[in-house]
C-alpha cells in the first residue's frame, strides 16, 4: 500500500473492513506521516464520542407542563367559539350537502321540473341562518372519496330524512321538482349553484382540539376518544359528505364537474395575524392546487403546534384520512 | 409499563404517561440539540418545542418507524428551523445597514458557539472538537451527531433524515474530511 491509497482509505474510514483497517495500520507503521494521519482521525472521533453531556433537571418537564396547559387553554377557547358557532356551521354545511347533491342531480330535476322555475333550493342554498327551517342537519358517518350516484328527488327526501333521524335531527323537507338556485336565467346552467355561504366551515367539520376542559387539566385526565367522529353537545354528528371541486359555489367553496365527493379542510385565521400564519404554512404545507394547499395528514399536527406556539389564533376543521389533505385558508 | 403502553395511554391522553415518555427520551432530546445547536439555551428551547410536537402530534404517528425513530426526527426537524431562524435574523441585521446607537432597540443574537461556561467543562480537545463541530456545515453536524454523538448505524440515519444509506455514508466521509479541515491546526492536541 502506498501513501495515496492510504488517504484514499481513511477518507472512507467508517465503511472500512477489519481487513483493510489491518492494511491501514500495517502502513502507519512504517510511514510516520501516515500515522499521524491515522491517529489524528482516531482522536477526533474518540473525542466526539465522550463530548461533555448537558444534565437535564426537573425543571424541564415541569416548564413543558406548564406550556403545554397554556396552550390547551388557548385551544379551549377555539373549541368554545366552535361551539358557540356550530349551528351557524352546520348550516352552512348542510345547505352545502343539499346545493351539492341537486347539483349532482340537476339532469334529473331538468327533466322531471319541464318549465317550472321554482326552486325550493332556493331558500335552503341560500338561507344559512342558523334557525332556518330547511336546514338539514349533516349526516354521521361519510364514506370518503364516493362518486355522487344518481337518485331520483324522492330518494333524496328520504336519503335526507333517515340519516336525519339517525342521527335524531330536525328533519328537512326536500320538494321533489326542487332545483338548484341558478345564477342566470337559463335552466341549463344547472350545475352551478350560487349559494354564498354567510359563514365558513369545512366539508367535513371536526375539531382538532382535543374536548374542552372548563379547568386545568389534571395529570390524569379522562381518555379521549380519537377514532370515533365527534359529535357536538346535543349529540349532532360534524361531519358532511358535502362534494368539493372546481365550479365556484361562492367564493369559498367549490364542486367538481363529475360530481366526485372529497373532502377540503377549512382553516379559518384571524386576518390580523395572517401574515405570521402564511410564514408557518408555507415551511409546513407540501404545495399547493388552485386555491387550495394541500399537507401531509402527519404533518398537520406539527402545523397546528407551531401556529399555536405563534400566538395565532385560528380553527381548524380538516378531514380525517392519513396522506394528502387538502384545505383552505378563510380570514375572519 | 413499556414503551408501547405508554404511548398508547399518551394517545388517550394520560398526561402521566407523556411525562414518564418525556423523562425517558429528554435527556436524548436535549443533548442531540445541544449538538446541532452549539448553544445550551437553545437546546433547551428546541427540545421544549420537540415535545410539543411530540404531543401535539401524537395522534397522527402511526408506528410505521419506530417511536425513537419519529422523536428524532423531529428534533434534528426543529433544530434545522432553529437554524433557520437564526440565519434569517443575522440576515436581517446584516442588510439593515446603520446601527441605532439607543441601547434600547438593540438586536441581540443568540452566539452559536458554545459559552465560556460550557467551554470550561470540556478539555481542551473536546473544547477543539466541540468549535469545530459549530463552524461546519449543518448537514455534516447532523451526520456526526447521529453517527459518532448518538451513535446511530446507517439505516438508523437514513430513516431519521429520510435519505438514503449511500447518501449517509458519503456525507459521513464528506463531514469527516470538513471536521479534518478545522481540526488541522489543532493537529498536535490529538497526537
Known amino acids: 500500500m502506498d501513501c495515496d491509497m492510504f488517504l484514499n482509505m481513511l477518507d472512507n474510514y467508517d465503511n472500512l473492513s477489519e481487513l483493510e483497517k489491518e492494511q491501514l495500520s500495517n502502513h502507519a507503521k512504517e510511514c510516520e506521516s501516515c500515522r499521524r494521519e491515522l491517529e489524528f482521525l482516531e482522536s477526533v472521533i474518540a473525542t466526539t464520542k465522550t463530548l461533555p453531556k448537558l444534565e437535564v433537571g426537573e425543571d424541564f418537564l415541569k416548564d413543558l407542563n406548564l406550556r403545554i396547559d397554556k396552550e390547551d387553554i388557548k385551544l379551549n377557547r377555539h373549541t368554545r367559539h366552535f361551539k358557540r358557532n356550530w349551528q351557524k356551521y352546520s348550516a352552512v354545511a348542510a345547505s352545502l350537502v343539499l346545493v351539492a347533491v341537486i347539483g349532482a342531480n340537476s339532469d334529473m330535476f331538468v327533466d322531471k321540473m319541464g318549465n317550472n322555475d321554482s326552486g325550493v333550493i332556493d331558500e335552503v342554498a341560500t338561507t344559512v341562518a342558523p334557525k332556518s327551517e330547511t336546514v338539514a342537519l349533516p349526516a354521521t358517518e361519510t364514506p370518503k372519496n364516493e362518486p355522487s350516484k344518481s337518485e331520483n328527488a324522492e330518494k333524496t327526501e328520504k336519503t335526507v330524512q333517515t340519516q336525519n333521524a339517525d342521527t335524531k335531527t330536525e328533519a328537512v323537507t326536500v320538494r321533489e321538482n326542487a332545483v338548484p338556485a341558478v345564477s342566470g336565467n337559463s335552466q341549463r346552467n344547472v350545475q352551478r349553484a350560487t349559494a354564498t355561504p354567510k359563514s365558513t366551515a369545512a366539508a367535513t367539520l371536526k375539531p382538532t382540539a382535543k374536548p374542552a376542559q372548563e379547568e386545568m387539566p389534571s395529570y390524569t385526565s379522562e381518555p379521549v376518544a380519537t377514532d370515533e367522529p365527534q359529535n357536538d353537545d346535543n349529540g349532532y354528528s360534524l361531519t358532511t359528505d358535502a362534494p368539493v371541486g372546481q365550479y365556484a359555489m361562492g367564493e369559498d367553496y367549490s364542486i367538481s364537474s363529475s360530481g366526485t365527493m372529497y373532502e377540503i379542510g377549512i382553516m379559518t385565521v384571524n386576518s390580523k395575524q395572517y401574515d405570521r400564519a402564511m410564514g408557518i404554512l408555507i415551511e409546513c404545507i407540501n404545495g399547493s392546487v388552485g386555491d387550495c394547499y394541500t399537507i401531509n395528514a402527519s404533518d398537520l399536527g406539527t402545523l397546528e403546534a407551531r401556529l399555536t406556539n405563534a400566538g395565532v389564533e385560528f380553527d381548524a376543521y380538516m378531514p380525517e384520512h392519513d396522506g394528502i389533505i387538502t384545505f383552505k385558508i378563510v380570514k375572519y | ?191
Open chain 2, 1 to 191: 409499563m413499556n414503551e408501547a403502553e405508554l404511548i398508547k395511554k399518551c394517545k388517550n391522553g394520560d398526561r402521566n404517561a407523556f411525562g414518564e415518555l418525556v423523562t425517558m427520551y429528554q435527556s436524548k432530546v436535549v443533548n442531540m440539540s445541544y449538538s446541532l445547536l452549539s448553544n445550551r439555551e437553545d437546546a433547551f428551547d428546541a427540545a421544549q418545542e420537540v415535545f410539543l410536537r411530540v404531543y401535539r402530534g401524537l395522534d397522527n404517528f402511526r408506528e410505521k418507524s419506530s417511536f425513537s425513530t419519529w422523536i428524532y426526527r423531529i428534533t434534528t426537524n426543529v433544530c434545522s428551523d432553529f437554524l433557520r431562524k437564526r440565519q434569517r435574523t443575522i440576515s436581517t441585521i446584516s442588510v439593515s445597514g446603520a446601527y441605532d446607537d439607543d441601547e434600547d432597540k438593540e438586536l441581540e443574537i443568540r452566539d452559536s458557539a458554545p459559552t465560556p461556561e460550557e467551554y470550561a467543562q470540556a478539555n481542551e480537545k473536546q473544547r477543539a472538537v466541540m468549535r469545530a463541530l459549530s463552524e461546519i456545515k449543518h448537514e455534516y453536524r447532523e451526520i456526526i451527531t447521529l453517527f459518532d454523538i448518538e451513535g446511530m448505524n446507517y439505516e438508523e440515519i437514513s430513516d431519521v433524515l429520510k435519505i438514503p444509506t449511500g447518501t449517509v455514508k458519503s456525507r459521513l466521509n464528506r463531514a469527516r474530511g470538513a471536521m479534518r479541515k478545522k481540526l488541522s491546526e489543532n493537529m498536535e492536541l490529538f497526537e
